[in-house]
């Protein structure tokens, strides 16, 4: 076995020492939910007459307790284009559960907001609060006491760590992740930015442009770009809690419906009353959460796990930062290039060796943890396998020892860029997330003067007037979680890649979000303390030099201190009403930073 680096192996460490106590009384929790918390056979024949009521002819084997009976939970919709598959999976893992004996229910559905949809429209601010109303509703689907498993439905951007933190909080119980895969490629991303770009500079209309998006989004399937949802998939694979190879394999595939079968038959062997227990809340463990942070490094992916990696260990009683993924950063090379940060999409990234090629590679270089605890297998390196049909037989083949194409998948010995692409960066503003994998060398570094904007509309206002078309450092605030929701602000990238095309240096600061394809231009993101938390974003104003470096990890505004602490900081808009974000409210009063996890929920709950 190799070694694991050294710095990976402090900073599991720094993790494991900081989490002693949250970490121990976590799996108390899950050892008493296993022995004396609510199960089949300590319901009241009246409840449990109530859970199996309506279970057809699987009824007999839920009353008897003898076999396994999984709950489904399940974030399908048919609007959002990656779950719409998921319709017909509960029926079809019924049918697999019953190959081996088990049984199956839908335990609950949780919703599943489609960011591409709501991007730069008001239920944006609905979108990280989401996670935790999906890991609220993944409780109570756990609640009722009848299930031995759970097998989770979910792929996209908030809905993964949401099912996860749900699940979590039942962590005495085995649990697998059932992707259904990324849509076939459409036009290329290259294309589409530009016709993104042309649109923003008024060179083409509207039809253009939906046109462009189109050949783009195109059918069934996840979206093909390297942002939070893909993300998602990658981390399930770091972590061994998806079948080897699940993550991109298309929809409507004989394929995929093999690895969802074979899912659910391994499920079936991991429970409680079996020889090979493996609960979800030992599968998450310190080192587990320490590669999903590696992964994420090594393959360039979205920011947003900077949010929901730290609310997804501490819901079971980690304790992760910034400082740690600055650390495995500086260590952890870029060995990807999706786009954006290349010009090929997932299923290219597939192609080229994909999820199998990654683990075996980090693995041989001790940069991920193999000695965890998986759903499948003795350790992490048996997940880096990919599926393969042979007739209608599934069996799992040895990552290729090679990239298939090395413009967008490399070996760790020679990368496409030294570090992991995201940095923290720090000062007298606070501590924000600048992620650096698609941004050129020379951009990485800016000083210049602050154009202040408290909605990211007016900035696409003073963008259209002109008034941008300078070096500028363009700050948004009262964007952060108590604010309106954190919004992601990926509707400002094509205009100011405009400006940067132009030969200005630009960047972007904010303290609220970026999408997974925030792109070329520099950003501090996530600023926290926010502006409605006290941040001293609140009290930048228009012509403030502004100095931000990744290479520096600086971030900072050059006034002195004393003026500073002289000037009052600017009032906060008042809060929005209408798409219910109304009904929200008590989530943002709540919630705390945004390297905390942003999360209301957590916070009032003592995680």
């Known amino acids: 076995m190799t070694e694991i680096h050294p710095v990976v192996a402090a900073v599991t460490a720094r993790v494991v020492e900081r989490s002693r106590d949250s970490r121990a009384a ?7 939910e296993r022995e004396s918390g609510v199960h089949r056979p ?17 009824k007999a084997a839920i009353r008897s307790g003898r076999a396994m009976n999984i709950g489904i939970v399940t974030a399908y919709n048919d609007m959002l284009s990656a779950h719409q598959p998921y319709g017909r999976y509960p029926e079809q893992i019924k049918l697999f559960a019953r190959e081996v004996g088990a049984t199956a229910q839908v335990a609950g559905g949780t919703p599943a907001m489609c960011d591409g949809v709501t991007q730069g429209q008001r239920g944006m601010e609905l979108s990280l609060f989401s996670r935790d109303t999906i ?32 699940a979590l909080r039942f962590g005495h119980l085995p649990t697998i992740l059932i992707p259904a895969g990324p849509m076939p490629t459409g036009i290329a991303n290259k294309e589409k930015q530009r016709v993104r770009q042309l649109y923003a500079e008024g060179k083409v209309g509207r039809e253009e442009l939906l046109e462009s998006e189109s050949a783009s989004y195109h059918g069934a399937g996840t979206c093909t770009f390297y942002g939070t949802a893909n993300s998602n998939q990658m981390m399930m694979d770091v972590m061994g809690l998806h079948m080897p190879g699940a993550s991109f394999i298309n929809p409507g595939t004989k394929l ?4 969802t079968r074979a899912a659910i038959h391994r499920l079936s062997e991991i429970g409680a009353s079996g020889n090979d227990y493996r609960p979800l809340g030992r599968c998450i463990d310190e080192k587990a959460i320490v590669n999903a942070v590696v992964g994420l490094l090594a393959t360039g992916g979205s920011t947003n796990h900077a949010i929901h990696l730290p609310a997804m260990a501490r819901a079971a ?6 400082e740690d993924f600055d650390r495995l950063s500086a260590v952890v090379p870029l060995i990807a290039r999706v786009y954006p940060n290349g010009s090929g999409d997932v ?38 396998r990919d599926p393969k049909l042979s007739g209608d037989d599934l069996t799992f083949e040895d990552a290729v020892p090679e990239s298939l194409d090395d413009t967008m998948l490399r070996k760790p010995a020679a990368p496409f860029q030294a570090d992991g692409g995201m940095r923290l960066v720090k000062g007298n503003l606070g501590r924000a997330t600048f992620k650096t994998s698609a941004v050129e060398e020379h951009r990485r570094t800016i000083e210049a003067p602050a154009r202040v904007f408290d909605h990211q509309d007016d ?20 964007q952060g979680p108590r604010a309106n929701g954190m919004p992601e602000l990926h509707k400002l990238t094509p205009q100011l890649g405009v400006l940067q095309d132009r030969g200005h240096k630009v960047a972007l600061i904010t303290d609220g979000r970026m999408s997974g394809a925030s792109g070329k231009v520099p950003a501090a993101i996530h600023l926290s303390p926010e502006a409605l938390g006290g941040g001293l974003i609140a009290k930048i104003r228009d012509g403030d030099i502004v100095r931000l470096s990744a290479e520096e990890g600086l971030l900072q505004v050059l006034v002195d201190d004393a003026e500073l602490a002289a000037r009052d900081g600017a009032v906060a808009p008042p809060p929005a009403t209408g ?11 709540g919630a705390d930073g945004a390297e905390q996890g942003a999360s209301a929920m957590l916070a009032a709950a003592g995680l």
Not at 26 to 32: E, F, V
Not at 136 to 159: E, P
Not at 459 to 478: I, T
Request: glycine share 12%; with cysteine.
């Open 256 to 259: 995929r419906q093999a690895v």
């Open 135 to 166: 890991a609220l509703s993944a409780a109570v689907a756990l609640s009722h006491g009848m299930f031995d498993g759970a097998a989770l439905l979910g792929i996209c951007d908030k809905i993964v760590p949401g099912l996860i933190i749900g």
């Open 347 to 384: 299923n290219h990234f597939h192609a080229a060796g994909g999820m199998s090629f990654v683990m075996a590679s980090l693995i041989d270089a001790g940069l991920l943890h193999d000695d965890i605890l998986t759903v499948s297998g003795a350790r992490l390196r048996d997940h880096a």
């Open 317 to 322: 009683g980690i304790v992760l930062d910034w």
């Open 579 to 589: 798409t219910g974000r109304e009904l929200f409210a008590f989530m943002r009063h």
């Open 42 to 58: 300590t319901l009241a024949c009246g409840n449990l007459a109530h859970g199996f009521a309506a279970s057809g002819e699987d």
């Open 26 to 32: 976590y799996l108390d929790l899950i050892r008493r």
């Open 459 to 478: 900035v696409l206002k003073a963008f259209k007037a002109g008034e941008l078309e300078r070096d500028v450092v363009v700050v948004v605030r009262f």
